[in-house]
C-alpha cells in the first residue's frame, strides 16, 4: 500500500485552510502515528487518504491512482476509517450485525464473512457480545466494535482517529495487539493521537503536525529529541522522556528501565571526566611544586641555580 499526496491543500468553506501544500509518503506495512495539537489538520489529512474529503488543490494517489477516479465508497474498500467517536459509525441492532453490513455491501460471500467474524471479535475482543446491540456495550467495547467492523472489510489500510481515547490500560493492549497482527498480515495502519505514550510505544514513524503542515517527521527519537519544535507544536513528550530531558540526559528515552540506563551511563562518563581533570590539576601542581623547588618555573626556565 502507499498513500502519496502531492501539495495538497484543503481550504473548508469557512475559509479556514486546513491544509497548506503538503508533500508525504506513506508506504509499506509499518505502522504510522500523526500526531499534533487540535486543530493542527490531522483528522482533514487522513480524511483525504480515502475520499472523505477532497484536496483543494493539489494530487492524492492511492498505489499510484488518483483518488478522483473512484468513489469514497469505492476507496473504502481499500482504505478503512475508524472515526473518533463511535456514536458516529454505529447503527445496527447488534455487533453481528456491524460486522456483517461492510462486508455484505462490498460482495464479500457470507461463509468468508463468517470465517472472518470469528477471527475478528476475538481479536477485538467481543466473541461473547456478537448478539448484543452496540449502545449496550461499553465505551471501550464500542470502540472495539467499530475497529472490528473496519477490519471485516479486509481493506489494505487502516486509519483509526484517536483510538486511546476512554481506553484503560487493558484497552491500549489490547490495540497494541491488533497494531501488531495488521501488520504482520501485510497491513498499513495509522493513527492519530494524543497519547505519547501509546505512540512511541507502537509507532517507529512518527509524523508531527502544525497548523496545517508537517513540520516533523522521522522515529521516536529523533521527532521526541526536537525540544523547542515540538513546543511550537504544543506536543508534550511522555512523562519519563520530559523528566530526562529536564535532567539534561542527552539521549531520548521513553521507559524507566531506559532512563536508569542511560542516567548511570552518562553519570558515569561524567564522573570519570572529573576524576581525569582532578588527576590533571594534581600533577600540574605537582610539577609546579618540584620544578620551583629545584629552581626551575612551571615553564622550565632557571630562577635560581643551588
Not at 71 to 95: C, H, I, M, R
Not at 105 to 118: A, H
Not at 133 to 146: A, G, I, Q, R, Y
Not at 235 to 250: D, F, N
Amino acid at each position: 500500500m502507499k498513500i502519496e499526496l502531492k501539495k495538497i491543500r484543503h481550504v473548508y468553506p469557512t475559509g479556514d485552510e486546513a491544509l497548506k501544500g503538503i508533500d508525504l509518503v506513506i508506504e509499506g506495512t509499518e505502522p504510522v502515528a500523526i500526531i499534533g495539537q487540535n486543530g493542527a489538520g490531522k483528522t482533514t489529512i487522513v480524511k483525504h487518504f480515502n475520499g472523505i474529503l477532497r484536496p483543494t488543490s493539489g494530487e492524492v494517489l492511492i498505489n499510484g491512482e488518483s483518488i478522483e477516479k473512484r468513489s469514497t465508497a469505492q476507496w473504502s474498500k481499500k482504505v478503512g476509517y475508524v472515526f473518533q467517536n463511535p456514536d458516529d459509525q454505529l447503527f445496527l441492532e447488534s455487533v453481528r450485525k456491524e460486522f456483517e453490513f461492510g462486508p455484505q455491501k462490498i460482495g464479500m460471500p457470507q461463509e468468508e464473512i463468517d470465517e472472518r467474524m470469528k477471527w475478528v471479535a476475538e481479536l477485538v475482543g467481543l466473541s461473547e457480545k456478537l448478539d448484543v446491540h452496540p449502545f449496550d456495550l461499553t465505551s471501550t467495547e464500542k470502540k472495539f466494535c467499530t475497529i472490528g467492523s473496519i477490519i471485516m472489510m479486509n481493506p489494505d489500510a487502516l486509519i483509526f482517529d484517536e483510538p486511546t481515547c476512554g481506553q484503560d490500560v487493558q484497552g491500549n493492549l489490547r490495540l497494541h495487539r491488533i497494531i501488531e497482527t495488521l501488520k504482520e498480515r501485510g497491513k498499513l495502519c495509522i493513527t492519530i493521537s494524543h497519547d505519547m505514550k501509546f505512540v512511541v510505544g507502537n509507532f517507529k514513524r512518527i509524523i508531527v503536525m502544525c497548523r496545517g503542515e508537517v513540520i516533523l517527521d522521522g522515529d521516536a527519537e529523533t521527532v521526541f529529541a526536537q525540544v523547542e519544535t515540538l513546543k511550537k507544536s504544543f506536543v508534550t513528550p511522555p512523562p519519563i522522556t520530559k523528566v530526562a530531558q529536564g535532567a539534561g540526559l542527552t539521549k531520548t528515552v521513553f521507559t524507566t528501565e531506559a532512563f536508569m540506563k542511560v542516567f548511570e551511563q552518562e553519570r558515569t562518563v561524567s564522573e570519570n571526566g572529573r576524576c581525569k581533570d582532578s588527576n590533571l590539576r594534581n600533577q600540574n601542581r605537582r610539577g609546579r611544586e618540584n620544578g620551583c623547588r629545584d629552581g626551575r618555573a612551571p615553564s622550565g626556565r632557571i630562577l635560581w641555580e643551588n
